[in-house]
Structures are given as C-alpha cells and as structure tokens.
C-alpha cells in the first residue's frame, strides 16, 4: 500500500512530516540539515526570484541558511546574481569589501548583526572584526539616546487641552507626533464608537514609521482589531499584540467566564516600522495601595508607562496621548527626558488633574535651577 505525506509545520525551524501509510498508522518525521539543505536548493533552483526570508519561512530554516546556500549557488554558476534588490545591498559596504575574509568562518547570529543596519559603520568607525560587538556598541548607544541629562520637560514642550476625540483633533499638525499611546475605555459601546476615530486621527498625525498603541481589555479585543483595521484608509498596519501583566489580582469576567491578569497593546504602524526589536511583554509592578489610581479612577502604572514609552519612543520625539486620564504619560515623560508632549482628554476632570502634575514637575524643575 502506498503512502501520503502532510506536513505540519510545528514551528519555523522544525518542520515535522506525518507519513500515513496505515489508517490507524502515524510515523512522525523531522528533517535533518541536509534534508533542508536540499529543500532550499531545490526551491531556488525552481524559483530563484523568491526572496531568502520566503523561502526559509516556507521551509522552517533561517535566512542566513538560505542566503549562504544561494551565494554558493551563485560561486557555481547554477543561480545568477539578483538584480535591483536591497536584499544584499550591506555586501556592498565599503568596510565589507575592503575586508572581504570577514564573512569567513561567520556564525549565523553574527552573520544576521553584520547585515543589521549601522552595524558595518561602526564596525568601520572603532576597526573592529566583530560584528556581535558592533551590534551591541550600537544598541548602548541608542538606549543611551533615549535618556536627557538637560531638564526632563520644558513648558513649551507641552501642550494640554480639552477635546473630543471625535472632532479629529484638528489642534495638532500632519505627520508631528512619533508616538501616540492611547488607553481607551474598556466597555463596548466607547470601543466601537471611539476606536475608529483613534485610528483616523492617528493615521493623520503620525509620522512615517510612527506607531499606535491602543491599550484595552480582552472582552472586546474582536472589535478593537476590525476597527482599526477597516479605518484610516489601511494607512495604518497591525504590528503585534503587546501583553501588559498587571498582578494586582485576577478580576473575573463573569460573562466569559474568565478571569484575566493581563491587557492588550495593540500596536499599529504608519508605513514600515524601522526602530529597535521589541518584546511582546511588559510587566506593571504591584500596586497593593492603589497608588496609580490615587488621583484618578482610570490611572496607570507610571512605572510601567514610562517603559512603554522608553521603548517605543527616543529623545526628541512628540509622544500624543487623546485619553490622558490622570497624567501618567506626562509624568513617565518627565522622568526619561526629552520628549515633547500633547495631551488630551474629553473630561475637563482629567484636563484638570493633567495639567496641576505638569505644573508641579515645572515648578520642582525650576527649583532645581535656581
């Protein structure tokens, strides 16, 4: 009797086949590297105008594997060279020319960081051969550049009014604000009726690259995501779902019968996004006197808002937030630095609250100059 062969992709770096070869009988099968190797081969001699990411995703490898099957492909004369592409445009750096035997011998990691943008730069600034060292040389710097050592908030580096987000905000300029951090209601009459026009108004705002983070709940998150994603003209594109833990106890959603310990990042980018890596995690630090929610009944954690912020903005940049609530974003601001901010909120309440904190942070800041 003959056989069939399904394949489950189990994950992208292990690809697992089922060989059916009895009706109650399953052998389970996992490629060896030559397997693969000869799966890519056979794919780039059939299809060489797809790109090395495709093909590794389609077939569970690494990039690297591929571009390194391809490139020996090219040495024998079986593929040729691909033109207008930016897929090997790094090869062509100066520092990688004139020092050709840096690629000799490469780990697949350290082959991954040379081709990581500014890396053979400052590989060619401090004379170095490592391309791992340089990866981490560039990060410590641009983490150091998230960080002002001047005055942490001026007053004309904020603005803060009362406003609908409905009216699309017309208060604030096209492509000025980097980062917009919104924590909307969590009940599902606001989030249907309010997200589209977050959505709107951030596609208009954002700069080429800037990122939405729409903070919600679970109950709804259905929505949120049809929401966003049927506005603003598809100018804005899903990113990733950011977990925020929360361990200040697991409140029960009776109608779901669940009970829930985290919330929901939902972060949207206007174009493509080109910032440092980020990690689908953050963790808000315990609260047992309800510190957070002290001035203001929908308050964040500080702490953990200032990471959001830390992570997904740098020094210089204008950070927007429609639902400004207590301040939280203000003060997580202040505290790293060089930021600019506009802050909104329907409730003058809020308003109010918002502005009395920013005013004591320029109040404190002005002590310490004199």
């Known amino acids: 009797m003959g056989y069939r062969t399904t394949c489950l992709w189990y994950n992208r770096y292990r690809p697992i086949f089922i060989e059916e070869s ?10 060896t590297r030559a397997e693969k190797r000869d799966l890519v ?63 000799a011998g490469l780990s697949e990691k350290s082959l991954i960081a040379l081709r990581t943008d500014g890396v053979l730069s400052k590989m060619q600034e401090i004379g170095s051969l490592s391309p791992r060292y340089a990866q981490r040389l560039l990060h410590k710097e641009r983490k150091a550049a998230n960080k002002s050592t001047a005055v942490n ?24 604000v980097q980062l917009c951090f919104v924590d909307i209601p969590y009940h599902r009459r606001a989030i249907e009726e309010l997200t589209p026009h ?10 080429d ?33 950011i977990l925020y833990v929360c361990p200040r106890g697991t409140p029960l959603i009776q109608g779901r019968r669940v009970t829930t310990a985290v919330k929901h990042i939902i972060w949207m980018v206007k174009g493509k996004y ?20 002290e001035l203001y009944y929908h308050g964040q954690s500080t702490v953990a808002v ?32 060089g930021r600019k901010l506009i802050l909104s909120d329907i409730n003058p309440e809020a308003v109010a609250i918002t502005k009395k904190r920013i005013a004591e942070i320029l109040n404190a800041n002005r002590g310490q100059v004199h």
């Open 153 to 176: 908030i001026l007053e004309s580096d904020v603005k803060v009014f009362q406003a609908d987000i409905r009216s699309g905000l017309p208060e604030i300029a096209d492509g000025s």
């Open 41 to 103: 081969i056979e794919r780039l001699k059939k299809m060489p105008e797809l790109g090395d990411m495709d093909i590794a995703h389609n077939i569970g490898v690494s990039r690297s594997f591929v571009w390194k099957i391809r490139q020996e492909l090219i040495g024998q004369g079986v593929l040729k060279k691909r033109e207008n592409t930016n897929d090997d445009s790094w090869s062509r750096h100066p520092y990688l020319v004139a020092n050709k035997e840096l690629l």
């Open 198 to 207: 977050i959505a709107m108004t951030a596609s208009r705002i954002l700069s």
């Open 22 to 31: 009895g009706v109650d009988t399953l052998q389970i099968k996992q490629f």
């Open 306 to 337: 200032r990471e959001i912020l830390e992570r997904w903005s740098s020094s210089g940049d204008t950070i927007c937030d429609f639902m400004c609530g207590g301040g939280s974003v203000a003060v997580a601001a202040h505290e790293l630095g």
């Open 209 to 241: 690259g800037g990122s939405l983070l729409l903070m919600v709940g679970g109950s709804h998150l259905n929505i949120v995501l049809e929401k966003l994603t049927q506005a603003a003209d598809k100018s804005l594109r899903f990113q990733w779902d």
């Open 274 to 293: 080109s910032g440092p890596i980020q990690h689908d995690l953050i963790f808000a630090p315990p609260d047992p006197d309800n510190a957070d929610k």
